[in-house]
């Protein structure tokens, strides 16, 4: 049976927003509604995510099944996971890899008119990670690989006020994510070269709850479109090239902390 470990997260952000919200200072007048033009919104300080990443892994090794489509992982703006695939490791047509993905993805929108916002994500990653495979008449192949991957995703938001601490913030995001891999080994049958690209359509309803005039908390059911292509290289005896396109539609969520500048 495959055995699966999620991904291990470090980051000092859950530390940073805590101190954050002990050294605000007591608002001297009631806070400015949540979504006023000349606001800024840092968003996904730290945050968690189900469905899968919305903007894809730059690192996926060859014989890897990937993550759950129902996986809840960390999604905020700096980080890092280590995960840990395997199946029947060692046996006759059994795999097992080892992958490390750091990340970085910066989020801002800002109230350019009264309740409508423009932002976009920007987000950056390299993994590197091993992996060992073995066939059906006993041969095991070894790789080590590292890739890239990145994402520009800008988007639009409008938001209804709900009363002086919630509101409902929908966004419609239209990104393109890309990555690059590669693959050496020692074994014949072990190099391997891969690239991708996506476009992806992304449309959330966000529910804003205010904690203090300068912190928010930010839940959004989403639905995400994308369009894929990829391409994978054999470089072992001729050269032999694979490409695939995919269109896939999925439902996720996200929850996570913001900054607000101007409440």
Do not use: C
């Amino acid at each position: 049976m495959p055995a699966r470990r999620g991904p291990f997260v470090l980051s000092s952000l859950p530390a940073l927003a805590v101190l954050l919200i002990a050294s605000a200072g007591r608002a001297e007048e009631p806070a400015r509604p949540f979504g006023e033009r000349g606001q800024v919104a840092l968003d996904n300080i730290v945050a968690l995510s189900a469905g899968g990443s919305r903007f894809g892994y730059p690192l996926v090794l060859p014989g890897s099944a990937g993550a759950s489509s129902f996986a809840i992982g960390y999604s905020g703006i700096l980080g890092y996971s280590h995960d840990t695939t395997s199946h029947s490791p060692g046996q006759p047509g059994g795999s097992s890899s080892i992958t490390n993905t750091l990340w970085i993805a910066p989020s801002l929108d800002v109230f350019v008119g009264a309740h409508f916002s423009v932002g976009a994500t920007i987000a950056a990653s390299y993994a590197y990670g091993e992996q060992s495979q073995t066939s059906f008449d006993g041969k095991t192949v070894l790789r080590e690989g590292s890739g890239y991957g990145f994402a520009i995703a800008p988007r639009v938001g409008y938001v209804i006020p709900l009363g002086p601490s919630f509101a409902l913030w929908p966004r419609i995001t239209i990104g393109y994510t890309g990555g690059h891999t590669e693959y050496g080994s020692a074994t014949p049958g072990g190099q391997f070269f891969s690239s991708n690209g996506s476009l992806r359509g992304i449309a959330e309803l966000g529910l804003v709850a205010r904690v203090h005039p300068s912190i928010y908390l930010r839940a959004a059911p989403e639905l995400v479109i994308g369009v894929s292509e990829s391409t994978r290289t054999s470089s072992v005896g001729n050269r032999v090239e694979d490409r695939d396109s995919d269109f896939a539609v999925r439902l996720g969520a996200t929850a996570g902390l913001g900054i607000l500048l101007g409440g």
